[in-house]
Nanobody
Framework: QVQVVVSGGGSVQAGDSLTLSCAAS????????MAWFRQAPGKDRDFVAT????????DYSETVKGRLTISRDGAKDVSYLHMNNLKPEDTAQYYCALGQYSRRTDGYKYWSQGTQVTVSA
């Protein structure tokens, strides 16, 4: 049974840092990209970042580029989202996903539950 589990959310102040973790299990994900999306109340689920299966390629949304960094453990199906200089507009539920290297939600087959990140001004 495939499981995708995220952890690391919380409440912080603007300018603080936070790291989210994502661990996938239940099958082999060696050819899958890993990505992060986020969804604020009343809004669509938006692309944040993705990393290819071999870690050679990364892509970021323009709103987070330079502040958030995605990484991936080469030996395990684990991904991290390192978030620096957080802003109130980063407040959202954050989701991890595995699938095709893409900015589109429909490119990803496996999803985690959300973890809340709240940034206060």
């Amino acid at each position: 049974q495939v499981q995708v589990v995220v952890s690391g959310g919380g409440s912080v102040q603007a300018g603080d840092s936070l790291t989210l973790s994502c661990a996938a299990s239940g099958r082999t994900f060696s050819n899958y990209a890993m990505a992060w999306f986020r969804q604020a109340p009343g809004k669509d689920r938006d692309f944040v970042a993705t990393i290819s299966w071999n870690r050679n390629d990364t892509d970021y949304s323009e709103t987070v580029k330079g502040r958030l960094t995605i990484s991936r453990d080469g030996a395990k199906d684990v991904s991290y989202l390192h978030m620096n200089n957080l802003k109130p507009e980063d407040t959202a539920q954050y989701y991890c996903a595995l699938g095709q290297y893409s900015r589109r939600t429909d490119g990803y087959k496996y999803w985690s539950q959300g973890t809340q990140v709240t940034v206060s001004a």
